[in-house]
Each structure stands twice: as structure tokens, then as C-alpha cells.
């Protein structure tokens, strides 16, 4: 069961992966990523981000492969989706689709 957040908190990770030290900044996410394709069978997963119907990332997770296909940019609209980038993006899409496909086999 996928539920919709109107506001969904993400924790970034500031700094080199090299520095011990760092920061996490929390901030409100503006365009949500939308679940178009969800098939449990062959347990892969489409996500895409779009904003006013047109779609700018369209990210494809094989969950049981381990593989993750990549379309489009945030070009467009990194003004809306700061401080996510996006990569930020793609690990959202990765984690829910990891999760809707492990609980999906539990029930």
C-alpha cells in the first residue's frame, strides 16, 4: 500500500564521503515522486518526477536484479527541487520501490 505525503522530510548529508564530519540538513520535499509502474511479479518498479505534467526523471528499479535505469534530468526545475538533486531522487525511488516489493511479499 503506497501512501502519498504532502509533506516528506529526507535527510541529506553535506560534505565529502572522505570527512568523518558532516552535516544533515532536513528540508520540506516540493515535488514528490509518483509511482506509475509497479509490478510485483518480475518486482520492478517505474518512478518518475514531473512537474506541471511533464516528466523530468523517469527512474526504473529491478529490485530483484539489483539494476536501476536512469532517464531524463532536473534541469528544468532545480530550482524547485533544491536541495535535492538527482541523485537524491534516484535513492528515493530505489528505497520506496525496495520496500513496496519486500512488503508486497510478506503479505
Do not use: C, W
Request: glycine fraction near 4%; charge should be positive; avoid cysteine.
Amino acid at each position: 500500500m503506497l501512501l502519498k505525503l504532502k509533506e516528506f522530510l529526507f535527510k541529506i548529508r553535506l560534505g565529502s564521503k572522505s570527512n568523518s564530519i558532516g552535516r544533515t540538513t532536513f528540508a520540506p520535499l516540493k515535488i514528490e515522486p509518483e509511482y506509475i509502474n509497479i509490478d510485483l511479479e518480475k518486482k520492478q518498479v517505474t518512478g518518475v518526477v514531473k512537474y506541471n505534467h511533464h516528466v523530468y526523471l523517469t527512474v526504473s528499479i529491478d529490485v530483484q536484479n539489483n539494476k536501476t535505469k536512469v532517464k531524463g534530468s532536473l534541469r528544468g526545475i532545480k530550482k524547485l527541487t533544491k536541495p535535492f538533486t538527482r541523485k537524491h531522487y534516484i535513492e528515493m525511488i530505489k528505497s520506496e520501490a525496495e520496500y513496496i516489493i519486500e512488503n508486497s511479499a510478506r503479505n
